[in-house]
C-alpha cells in the first residue's frame, strides 16, 4: 500500500476524518505546496529588502491559486502512522480560466500531474478550510508544523484559511500565521540560522542526511513525506539535546528577520534598486532554483489580461497567451 494518497473532492470529508482521528498521536506535520508560479512583482518604495520580498509573496499568492498541499503525520519520534502517513490534496484548477506561469505548469505535468483531473474533481478551497479549521490542525499549540523555505506555502494556507487576501504590512502577516500556526520549524532557517549544513535546496539536504525520497518530486506529496525524513534525520543528528524553539521555532527563511542573519535591514529600498542585477531582483527563493519558480523578467505593465493587477503591484514583462505567461529569462 502506498504511504501518499491523493485526495480529490469525492474523498476529502473521508480523509479528513483519518487524520483528525490520527492527529492526537501523531502532532507533527510536515507540508509542502504547489503553486502556479509567479506573475508578478511589486513596484514602488520599500522599506527594507523584506518588505520587497513579502509584498512580492503577497501579490502573487493573492492573484493565484492553490494547485496541490501535501501534509505529512508523525509523532515526536518520527514515527509515522501505519499504512498512509501522507495526504496529497488536489485542489481545483482550470488551465483555460486560472493564472499561471507556464513554466511552472509545464514542470509540474512532467511531475505527473493531471489538470484535467484538477479541473473536474479538485477540491473547493472554502470547503477545505471550513474542514482543517476543526481539525486539530491549526489554532492549537500541540500542533508542531514543519517546512522548507516555506513563506509562499504559509502564503498560501493563511490565505485559504481566512477566505481573503494577505495583510499589507509583514508584521500583521506574521500575527495572523502565529494565530493559525504557533508551531513551525522551517528546516533552511534552522540550518542557516545553527550552520549545520549548507545545502539549499530540500533535495539537497534529503541527500546530505542519507534520507531516501518516495513518491515523484515536485509533488506536494513526495515533498511532504521528504520534508518530514529530513527534519527528524537532522534533528536527530545536529540537534541531540533538542531544538531550542525561543530561537528556531515560528521563523520563516526568507521573510521578517530571517532575511538578513545579522539583523540588519536597508531602510528606504526601491524596487528598481533590487532589480538592478538578474539576482537582485529575485527573490531568496529564486536564487536558489527552488522548486516551484522559474525566472521573471523587470515588471512594466499594471494589467493581466482581463485581470486587473491591484496597484503597487505589476506583472513581468512577458508574452502572454490565455491567461498563462511565457516565462523568458533575462539575459
Request: with cysteine; glycine share 8%.
Amino acid at each position: 500500500m502506498s504511504r501518499i494518497r491523493d485526495v480529490w473532492a469525492t474523498n476529502l470529508e473521508q480523509e479528513m476524518r483519518v487524520i483528525r482521528a490520527n492527529i492526537e498521536r501523531y502532532p507533527y506535520i510536515a507540508m509542502d505546496t504547489e503553486f502556479p508560479g509567479v506573475v508578478a512583482r511589486p513596484v514602488g518604495q520599500f522599506r527594507s529588502p523584506s518588505d520587497y520580498h513579502y509584498q512580492t509573496m503577497r501579490c502573487n499568492v493573492d492573484l493565484l491559486k492553490i494547485i496541490q498541499i501535501g501534509i505529512t503525520l508523525a509523532d515526536e519520534k518520527g514515527e509515522y502512522p501505519p499504512e498512509v502517513c501522507t495526504w496529497q490534496f488536489n485542489f481545483r484548477f482550470n488551465l483555460a480560466e486560472d493564472m499561471f506561469a507556464p513554466e511552472s505548469v509545464d514542470l509540474l505535468k512532467t511531475a505527473g500531474l493531471d489538470f484535467q483531473r484538477h479541473e473536474e474533481f479538485g477540491i473547493d478551497p472554502v470547503h477545505f478550510a471550513e474542514l482543517i479549521i476543526t481539525s486539530g490542525l491549526v489554532l492549537t499549540d500541540d500542533a508542531k508544523w514543519i517546512s522548507f523555505h516555506s513563506g509562499y506555502d504559509f502564503g498560501y494556507l493563511v490565505k485559504l484559511l481566512m477566505d481573503q487576501n494577505l495583510p499589507e504590512q509583514e508584521d500583521d502577516f506574521f500575527q495572523l500565521l502565529r494565530l493559525w500556526f504557533p508551531g513551525i520549524y522551517d528546516i533552511k532557517y534552522i540550518i542557516r540560522a545553527t550552520k549545520v549544513m549548507t545545502k539549499a535546496s530540500l533535495q539537497d539536504v534529503a541527500e546530505e542526511l542519507g534520507v531516501q525520497r518516495i513518491g515523484p518530486s515536485h509533488q506536494a506529496g513526495s515533498d511532504s513525506l521528504l520534508t518530514a525524513a529530513a527534519f527528524f534525520q537532522m534533528r536527530k543528528r545536529f540537534f541531540e539535546d533538542g531544538l531550542d524553539d525561543d530561537k528556531l521555532c515560528g521563523q520563516l527563511y526568507g521573510l521578517g528577520s530571517t532575511y538578513n542573519t545579522n539583523g540588519a535591514l536597508v531602510g528606504g529600498i526601491d524596487a528598481a534598486q533590487l532589480q538592478k542585477s538578474h539576482t537582485a531582483g529575485l527573490t531568496l527563493a529564486e536564487r536558489e532554483q527552488p522548486r516551484h519558480l522559474g525566472a521573471i523578467l523587470t515588471p512594466t505593465l499594471t494589467a493581466f489580461g482581463n485581470t486587473p493587477i491591484p496597484t503597487p503591484f505589476a506583472p513581468p514583462a512577458l508574452n502572454m497567451f490565455a491567461r498563462g505567461m511565457s516565462m523568458v529569462p533575462e539575459r
